[in-house]
């Protein structure tokens, strides 16, 4: 059986360098784009007392040694959010952030297990104001690289064309001609069995086992996220409480959350919170996203007590996460993220 040659073999890396060069460009526009914006470039710290407290993100585990051979946990970060949403409190106001990060268990055409994430924060000012960030950033890049259209898997989107704006809660109507909200109560509470019953009539498979939030990804992937990003880029917004750990209630309603997602081609490209800064609300959460993961993958992993007294005096402040690496992408017409990647991660030997 042959092997595909290394990325780092003459006749690959020639193929692979005009992805790379795209990608080097893209990253200097975009430094360019954060700094007329007087935001200031930070740098953090990989290993972290948590990765994160996401139940359905995993992470990669390590050791740090003392000087007397005693050993403490430490984990590479999934995202560098807890330590941004830090300098945040301590008073920077806008920041950005190229981090390498690490997710475990992740691996194919769009995931890899290190990448770059660019993170950036805004004090005092509305998730709205990133939604127009997004829009400048997906025309900087097809400018910078030349193209008039993002491409992937036969997919086309206009990253000159205004993103589509839509609710969650719509799209499950548009797309799987289901009640979303109805399942979800004033106080952000959930009911299994209202959506289980919608997804029924709707002809979507329930197992016995399912809960809420499975319920609700498994319309999400195979109803909703099919037709995101199509012709232009879709900023999917005011998701459920349940499903935005990190993110406040709408003032408009509080069963649904300050987050948006970033589409383009079908492809997800950023996550978006108006941060949550109550830190009682924000450690029942991460307690409850940690007993979901302890009872589907058997682990969990600590709070960072640093964040959550850090998020006690943090103010108001707006976030998003853009996965660098699936931008470059589509801007440079690249089919797999190892592509764009200079050094990809080496397989498991077979």
Same mark, same amino acid.
């Given at each position: 059986?042959?092997?595909?040659?290394?990325?780092?073999?003459?006749?690959?890396?020639?193929?692979?360098?005009?992805?790379?060069?795209?990608?080097?460009?893209?990253?200097?526009?975009?430094?360019?784009?954060?700094?007329?914006?007087?935001?200031?470039?930070?740098?953090?710290?990989?290993?972290?007392?948590?990765?994160?407290?996401?139940?359905?993100?995993?992470?990669?585990?390590?050791?740090?040694?003392?000087?007397?051979?005693?050993?403490?946990?430490?984990?590479?970060?999934?995202?560098?959010?807890?330590?941004?949403?830090?300098?945040?409190?301590?008073?920077?106001?806008?920041?950005?952030?190229?981090?390498?990060?690490?997710?475990?268990?992740?691996?194919?055409?769009?995931?890899?297990?290190?990448?770059?994430?660019?993170?950036?924060?805004?004090?005092?000012?509305?998730?709205?104001?990133?939604?127009?960030?997004?829009?400048?950033?997906?025309?900087?890049?097809?400018?910078?690289?030349?193209?008039?259209?993002?491409?992937?898997?036969?997919?086309?989107?206009?990253?000159?064309?205004?993103?589509?704006?839509?609710?969650?809660?719509?799209? =499950?109507?548009?797309?799987?001609? @289901?009640?979303?909200? /109805? $399942?979800?109560?004033?106080? *952000?509470?959930?009911?299994?069995? %209202? !959506?289980?019953?919608?997804?029924?009539?709707?002809?979507?498979?329930?197992?016995?086992?399912?809960?809420?939030?499975?319920?609700?990804?498994?319309?999400?992937?195979?109803?909703?996220?099919?037709?995101?990003?199509?012709?232009?880029?879709?900023?999917?917004?005011?998701?459920?409480?349940?499903?935005?750990?990190?993110?406040?209630?709408?003032?408009?309603?509080?069963?649904?959350?300050?987050?948006?997602?970033?589409?383009?081609?079908?492809?997800?490209?950023?996550?978006?919170?108006?941060?949550?800064?109550?830190?009682?609300?924000?450690?029942?959460?991460?307690?409850?996203?940690?007993?979901?993961?302890?009872?589907?993958?058997?682990?969990?992993?600590?709070?960072?007590?640093? =964040?959550?007294?850090?998020?006690? @005096?943090?103010?108001? /402040? $707006?976030?998003?996460?853009? *996965?660098?690496?699936?931008?470059? %992408? !589509?801007?440079?017409?690249?089919?797999?993220?190892?592509?764009?990647?200079?050094?990809?991660?080496?397989?498991?030997?077979?």
């Amino acid at each position: 059986m042959s092997h595909a040659s290394p990325w780092w073999t003459p006749d690959v890396h020639a193929d692979r360098r005009p992805f790379l060069l795209g990608r080097n460009r893209i990253q200097s526009a975009l430094r360019r784009f954060f700094d007329a914006r007087d935001f200031i470039e930070v740098d953090t710290a990989t290993l972290q007392i948590s990765p994160g407290n996401e139940a359905h993100l995993h992470a990669f585990a390590t050791e740090a040694l003392n000087h007397d051979d005693s050993a403490h946990p430490l984990y590479l970060h999934t995202s560098p959010e807890f330590a941004c949403k830090k300098l945040v409190a301590a008073g920077e106001k806008r920041i950005a952030c190229f981090a390498h990060v690490y997710r475990n268990r992740e691996r194919g055409p769009l995931h890899h297990p290190e990448f770059t994430m660019l993170e950036w924060y805004r004090a005092g000012e509305t998730y709205e104001t990133l939604m127009r960030d997004c829009a400048e950033i997906l025309a900087l890049a097809a400018e910078t690289t030349g193209t008039h259209q993002f491409t992937f898997q036969g997919r086309t989107s206009d990253p000159f064309a205004a993103p589509e704006r839509l609710a969650v809660a719509e799209a =499950f109507a548009r797309f799987a001609g @289901i009640d979303l909200l /109805a $399942s979800i109560a004033p106080d *952000g509470g959930t009911d299994r069995e %209202m !959506l289980a019953a919608a997804m029924r009539s709707a002809g979507l498979r329930v197992a016995a086992d399912d809960t809420w939030a499975d319920l609700f990804s498994r319309v999400l992937v195979e109803k909703v996220e099919p037709h995101l990003g199509f012709g232009r880029a879709t900023i999917l917004d005011e998701y459920p409480v349940a499903e935005a750990a990190l993110a406040r209630p709408t003032a408009r309603d509080r069963r649904v959350a300050e987050r948006f997602e970033l589409y383009a081609c079908g492809v997800e490209l950023a996550n978006a919170f108006g941060e949550l800064t109550d830190a009682s609300e924000q450690r029942r959460r991460f307690e409850m996203e940690m007993a979901e993961k302890s009872r589907v993958y058997g682990e969990t992993y600590p709070l960072d007590e640093d =964040f959550l007294a850090a998020l006690a @005096i943090m103010p108001e /402040a $707006s976030g998003i996460a853009l *996965g660098f690496d699936r931008l470059v %992408m !589509l801007a440079t017409g690249a089919t797999r993220i190892d592509q764009v990647l200079w050094a990809p991660v080496a397989e498991t030997a077979s």
